[in-house]
Nanobody, 126 residues
Framework: QVQLVESGGGSVQAGGSLRLSCAAS????????MAWFRQAPGKQREGVAS???????IYADSVKGRFTISRDNAKNTLYLQLNSLKPEDTAMYYC????????????????????WGQGTQVTVSS
């Protein structure tokens, strides 16, 4: 069955960096639409970035130029590199997958993703 396990979260100061990982099993990351979402306390879950089967990427405006989504096909793992972190980036970060080759349509819609990891916490202090 499909499993997603995130890791790499932590506490950093503003301006710092983290790399999140999402180890996948039960499907192949290279032919799927995968995404990172985040949810801050009291806020709705929001899309951060996605990558599709052709390695096309999409980013939320709030993270463009600071975050980078990537994958390692050999390890069947998804990554999110977080640079120049801000306190407003504090949230639980989740990886998600849907069985589609591309992410162009509704990439950031939570209900379009049937499979989710348990999340990893990122806390950024000022």
């Amino acid at each position: 069955q499909v499993q997603l396990v995130e890791s790499g979260g932590g506490s950093v100061q503003a301006g710092g960096s983290l790399r999140l990982s999402c180890a996948a099993s039960g499907f192949t990351v290279s032919i799927s639409c995968m995404a990172w979402f985040r949810q801050a306390p009291g806020k709705q879950r929001e899309g951060v970035a996605s990558i599709d089967g052709s390695a096309n990427t999409i980013y939320a405006d709030s993270v463009k130029g600071r975050f980078t989504i990537s994958r390692d096909n050999a390890k069947n793992t998804l990554y999110l590199q977080l640079n120049s972190l801000k306190p407003e980036d504090t949230a639980m970060y989740y990886c998600a997958v849907r069985p589609m080759l591309n992410c162009r349509v509704s990439w950031g819609v939570v209900s379009d993703y049937p499979y989710w990891g348990q999340g990893t916490q990122v806390t950024v202090s000022s």
